[in-house]
C-alpha cells in the first residue's frame, strides 16, 4: 500500500504531534495532511458514498490495477480503509487522543499511477482522558475513561467513516462486509507495528485491545515473537486475482 506525498503543512497542529511523530517513524509523515483543511483537488470522503463519488474511486482503482470490478473495489477499500484509518489509530496508540474526524471531515485525492491516493484530514476536535496535559482547552473534548475513548473512535473511524462507504461498495460489486473488514484489521494492524518505536508500552497489547473494541480482532492473529509482531489474515484481498498476482505475506491463502 502506497500514498502519495505531499508538501508538509506549515504548521502541525499541537494536538496531532504524536501521530506526526508515528507517521514520521514509519516513513510516511508526508502522505497525509494532518489538521489541515485541504485545497482545490480534493474530494470529500462523504462523497465517495455517492454515486459520482464512488464510481470516481472504483473506476480509479480499475485503471490503477487494471482489475475485474470486484477486485478493483476490494483493492480501493484496502487502500483507503488502510490510508484513512492511520490519523485516528495512531493518534490513539501513541498519545490516547482520538480525533472526532468522520467522512465530512477526511479528504482524498485519487491517481492513475502509483501512488493510488492521499489522505487530508481538515481541522477536528480532540477526545482526550482527563489526565491529559490538553484536557479542557479549546478543541478538546474530555471523556471519562479509556473504555470510552475506545467506544468513542469505534463510533467516529467505522461507523461514521467507514460503515457508509463500505456499505455503498458492496451496491456496486459482490464482495462481503467480512472480507472487506478482514483489510481494515489488518490495515490497522500493519500501522501499528510500522509505527511502533512511536508508541508507548506494549504494541502487541494495544492492537489487541484496539481490535477487540472494534469488533475487529476475529478477523487477523497478531503474534509477537522475539524477532518482532506479524499478522496473519483471515481474509484475502483478491491481489491474487491481477494480471500480475501477488500474495500479501500475511494472506490466508498462502501455504
Not at 501521530?19 to 470522503?45: E, F, S
Not at 494492524?189 to 508500552?201: C, K, N, Q, T, V
Not at 477487540?212 to 522475539?226: I, P, Q, Y
Request: hydrophobic fraction near 45%.
Amino acid at each position: 500500500m502506497t500514498a502519495g506525498v505531499l508538501a508538509p503543512p506549515r504548521r502541525t497542529p499541537v494536538a496531532w504531534a504524536p501521530a506526526a511523530n508515528a507517521l514520521a517513524v514509519m516513513d510516511a509523515a508526508k502522505a497525509i495532511r494532518l489538521g489541515v483543511l485541504p485545497g482545490p483537488g480534493w474530494v470529500r470522503a462523504s462523497k465517495l458514498t455517492e454515486p459520482e463519488g464512488l464510481d470516481l474511486l472504483l473506476q480509479a482503482a480499475a485503471r490503477r490495477w487494471n482489475a475485474a470490478p470486484h477486485a478493483a473495489a476490494t483493492l480501493a477499500w484496502k487502500s483507503y480503509s488502510y490510508w484513512a484509518s492511520l490519523p485516528t489509530v495512531l493518534s490513539w496508540a501513541a498519545a490516547r487522543r482520538v480525533p472526532l474526524l468522520t467522512a465530512d471531515t477526511t479528504y482524498a485525492q485519487f491517481h492513475d499511477e502509483a501512488p493510488f491516493l492521499t489522505i487530508g484530514t481538515a481541522p477536528a476536535p480532540f477526545a482526550v482522558l482527563p489526565s491529559d496535559t490538553l484536557a479542557g482547552t479549546p478543541g478538546t473534548v474530555v471523556v471519562a475513561d479509556e473504555d470510552e475513548l475506545l467506544a468513542t473512535l469505534r463510533t467516529q473511524l467505522l461507523e461514521r467513516h467507514l460503515d457508509p462507504l463500505l456499505d455503498a461498495i458492496r451496491t456496486e460489486v459482490r464482495v462481503g462486509r467480512r472480507t472487506l473488514l478482514g483489510s481494515v484489521a489488518s490495515g490497522i494492524a500493519y500501522g501499528m507495528i510500522r509505527a511502533s518505536d512511536a508508541l508507548p508500552g506494549s504494541t502487541h497489547e494495544s492492537l489487541l485491545r484496539l481490535l477487540t473494541a472494534l469488533e475487529l480482532d476475529d478477523l487477523v492473529d497478531v503474534c509477537a515473537s522475539d524477532s518482532g509482531m506479524s499478522v496473519q489474515r483471515k481474509t484475502c484481498c483478491l491481489a491474487f486475482t491481477l494480471d500480475q498476482p501477488k500474495i500479501c505475506s500475511g494472506c490466508c491463502i498462502r501455504p
